[in-house]
Protein backbone atom coordinates (compact mmCIF):
# COMPACT_ATOMS: atom_id res chain seq x y z
CA UNK A 1 0.00 0.00 0.00
CA UNK A 2 1.20 3.42 -1.15
CA UNK A 3 1.80 6.08 1.42
CA UNK A 4 -1.60 8.97 1.35
CA UNK A 5 0.47 11.49 0.30
CA UNK A 6 3.90 11.92 -2.32
CA UNK A 7 6.07 15.09 -3.39
CA UNK A 8 7.69 15.92 -6.10
CA UNK A 9 10.16 19.40 -6.41
CA UNK A 10 9.93 20.86 -9.83
CA UNK A 11 13.22 23.37 -10.89
CA UNK A 12 13.50 25.74 -13.62
CA UNK A 13 11.90 24.92 -17.09
CA UNK A 14 10.06 22.83 -14.55
CA UNK A 15 11.77 19.44 -14.22
CA UNK A 16 11.78 17.44 -11.59
CA UNK A 17 14.68 17.77 -8.88
CA UNK A 18 13.72 16.04 -6.37
CA UNK A 19 10.57 13.27 -5.05
CA UNK A 20 9.91 11.57 -1.91
CA UNK A 21 10.35 8.17 -1.91
CA UNK A 22 6.29 7.64 -2.48
CA UNK A 23 6.19 10.02 -5.89
CA UNK A 24 8.49 7.34 -7.45
CA UNK A 25 5.94 4.68 -8.27
CA UNK A 26 3.04 7.34 -8.42
CA UNK A 27 5.20 8.62 -11.58
CA UNK A 28 4.86 5.71 -13.16
CA UNK A 29 1.44 5.92 -12.92
CA UNK A 30 0.44 8.94 -14.92
CA UNK A 31 0.95 10.32 -18.66
CA UNK A 32 4.26 11.44 -20.11
CA UNK A 33 4.90 15.15 -20.37
CA UNK A 34 4.94 16.60 -23.94
CA UNK A 35 8.61 17.18 -25.07
CA UNK A 36 10.82 18.41 -23.83
CA UNK A 37 8.96 17.45 -20.47
CA UNK A 38 8.72 13.58 -21.30
CA UNK A 39 9.93 12.82 -17.83
CA UNK A 40 7.29 15.23 -15.68
CA UNK A 41 3.80 13.87 -16.22
CA UNK A 42 1.15 15.70 -18.04
CA UNK A 43 -1.05 16.32 -15.20
CA UNK A 44 2.29 17.49 -12.99
CA UNK A 45 2.95 20.03 -15.46
CA UNK A 46 -0.95 21.39 -15.75
CA UNK A 47 -1.00 21.40 -12.15
CA UNK A 48 2.62 22.94 -12.09
CA UNK A 49 1.71 25.87 -14.74
CA UNK A 50 -1.73 26.75 -13.03
CA UNK A 51 0.06 27.68 -9.81
CA UNK A 52 2.45 29.76 -12.12
CA UNK A 53 -0.15 31.39 -13.64
CA UNK A 54 -1.77 31.92 -9.94
CA UNK A 55 1.60 33.21 -8.97
CA UNK A 56 1.99 35.24 -11.80
CA UNK A 57 -1.73 37.17 -11.19
CA UNK A 58 -3.17 36.10 -14.56
CA UNK A 59 -5.76 33.64 -13.38
CA UNK A 60 -7.67 33.46 -9.95
CA UNK A 61 -8.18 29.44 -9.91
CA UNK A 62 -7.06 27.08 -7.36
CA UNK A 63 -3.47 25.74 -8.32
CA UNK A 64 -5.28 22.36 -8.31
CA UNK A 65 -6.04 19.21 -11.21
CA UNK A 66 -8.52 16.71 -9.78
CA UNK A 67 -6.78 14.19 -12.14
CA UNK A 68 -7.53 10.86 -10.83
CA UNK A 69 -4.05 8.57 -10.54
CA UNK A 70 -5.88 5.65 -9.85
CA UNK A 71 -6.85 4.18 -6.43
CA UNK A 72 -8.00 7.08 -5.71
CA UNK A 73 -5.38 9.28 -5.53
CA UNK A 74 -5.41 12.75 -7.21
CA UNK A 75 -3.12 15.80 -7.64
CA UNK A 76 -2.64 19.16 -6.21
CA UNK A 77 0.27 22.15 -6.17
CA UNK A 78 1.40 24.05 -3.86
CA UNK A 79 4.69 26.82 -3.88
CA UNK A 80 7.67 25.96 -1.01
CA UNK A 81 8.37 28.89 1.04
CA UNK A 82 12.05 30.48 0.04
CA UNK A 83 14.50 29.99 2.54
CA UNK A 84 15.86 33.79 1.51
CA UNK A 85 14.74 37.00 0.17
CA UNK A 86 14.85 37.19 -3.45
CA UNK A 87 15.37 33.25 -3.92
CA UNK A 88 13.38 31.34 -6.51
CA UNK A 89 11.67 28.42 -4.78
CA UNK A 90 10.78 25.20 -5.86
CA UNK A 91 6.70 24.27 -7.26
CA UNK A 92 6.21 21.43 -5.09
CA UNK A 93 3.56 19.18 -6.42
CA UNK A 94 1.76 16.66 -4.30
CA UNK A 95 -0.34 13.44 -5.11
CA UNK A 96 -2.75 13.14 -2.15
CA UNK A 97 -5.89 11.27 -1.19
CA UNK A 98 -9.38 12.49 -2.09
CA UNK A 99 -12.13 12.77 -0.23
CA UNK A 100 -15.55 11.30 -0.77
CA UNK A 101 -16.76 14.81 -1.21
CA UNK A 102 -14.34 15.82 -3.98
CA UNK A 103 -15.38 12.34 -6.11
CA UNK A 104 -19.13 12.86 -5.59
CA UNK A 105 -17.99 16.56 -6.74
CA UNK A 106 -15.79 15.76 -9.67
CA UNK A 107 -18.62 13.11 -11.07
CA UNK A 108 -21.49 15.57 -10.69
CA UNK A 109 -18.81 17.67 -12.86
CA UNK A 110 -18.34 14.69 -15.22
CA UNK A 111 -21.80 14.02 -15.81
CA UNK A 112 -23.46 17.55 -15.70
CA UNK A 113 -25.63 16.53 -12.95
CA UNK A 114 -27.79 19.77 -11.68
CA UNK A 115 -27.62 21.15 -8.82
CA UNK A 116 -30.47 19.28 -7.07
CA UNK A 117 -29.03 15.99 -8.67
CA UNK A 118 -26.00 16.12 -6.97
CA UNK A 119 -27.76 17.04 -3.44
CA UNK A 120 -29.74 13.77 -4.29
CA UNK A 121 -26.18 11.21 -5.27
CA UNK A 122 -24.73 13.07 -1.60
CA UNK A 123 -27.54 12.18 0.45
CA UNK A 124 -27.93 8.88 -1.65
CA UNK A 125 -24.20 8.40 -0.62
CA UNK A 126 -24.66 9.26 2.91
CA UNK A 127 -27.08 6.48 3.13
CA UNK A 128 -30.01 8.45 2.87
CA UNK A 129 -33.17 6.50 1.58
CA UNK A 130 -35.41 7.55 -1.40
CA UNK A 131 -38.06 8.42 1.37
CA UNK A 132 -35.86 10.81 3.27
CA UNK A 133 -33.74 12.17 0.06
CA UNK A 134 -37.70 13.22 -1.38
CA UNK A 135 -38.66 14.96 2.24
CA UNK A 136 -35.15 16.82 2.09
CA UNK A 137 -35.46 17.60 -1.26
CA UNK A 138 -39.16 18.36 -0.62
CA UNK A 139 -39.73 16.41 -4.02
CA UNK A 140 -42.22 13.25 -4.16
CA UNK A 141 -40.12 9.53 -3.92
CA UNK A 142 -40.84 8.89 -7.54
CA UNK A 143 -39.12 12.24 -8.63
CA UNK A 144 -35.75 10.85 -6.65
CA UNK A 145 -36.41 7.43 -8.15
CA UNK A 146 -36.11 9.17 -11.38
CA UNK A 147 -33.68 10.78 -11.15
CA UNK A 148 -31.90 8.28 -9.66
CA UNK A 149 -32.29 6.61 -12.82
CA UNK A 150 -31.50 9.34 -15.18
CA UNK A 151 -27.54 9.51 -13.16
CA UNK A 152 -27.59 6.08 -13.81
CA UNK A 153 -28.18 6.16 -17.10
CA UNK A 154 -25.58 8.69 -17.69
CA UNK A 155 -23.60 6.60 -15.51
CA UNK A 156 -24.23 3.42 -17.61
CA UNK A 157 -25.23 1.59 -14.36
CA UNK A 158 -28.47 -0.41 -13.30
CA UNK A 159 -28.58 0.17 -9.64
CA UNK A 160 -28.24 2.58 -7.31
CA UNK A 161 -25.11 0.23 -5.75
CA UNK A 162 -23.18 0.69 -8.77
CA UNK A 163 -24.23 4.56 -9.57
CA UNK A 164 -22.79 4.99 -5.79
CA UNK A 165 -19.62 2.55 -6.69
CA UNK A 166 -18.74 4.31 -9.73
CA UNK A 167 -19.40 8.03 -8.57
CA UNK A 168 -16.98 7.12 -5.03
CA UNK A 169 -14.06 5.71 -7.42
CA UNK A 170 -15.38 2.40 -5.88
CA UNK A 171 -16.47 0.35 -8.84
CA UNK A 172 -14.40 -2.88 -9.36
CA UNK A 173 -12.44 -2.55 -12.53
CA UNK A 174 -13.41 -5.13 -15.37
CA UNK A 175 -11.40 -6.86 -17.70
Known sequence: MLPDQ??????QGLAVVGYSPSAKARLTMLQPGPPPHQGVPGEVLNVAAQLLACGAGVDRQAPEARVCIGSGRWLRATRMAALSAGSTSPLAVTIHGCSPAARLDMF???????????????????????????????VSPY???????????AGAVHSRASLLALAMGTAPRLS
Open 6 to 11: AILTLG
Open 108 to 138: ARCFGLTRPQGELLDLAAAGARTAAIAAAQA
Open 143 to 153: TVRDQIKQISQ
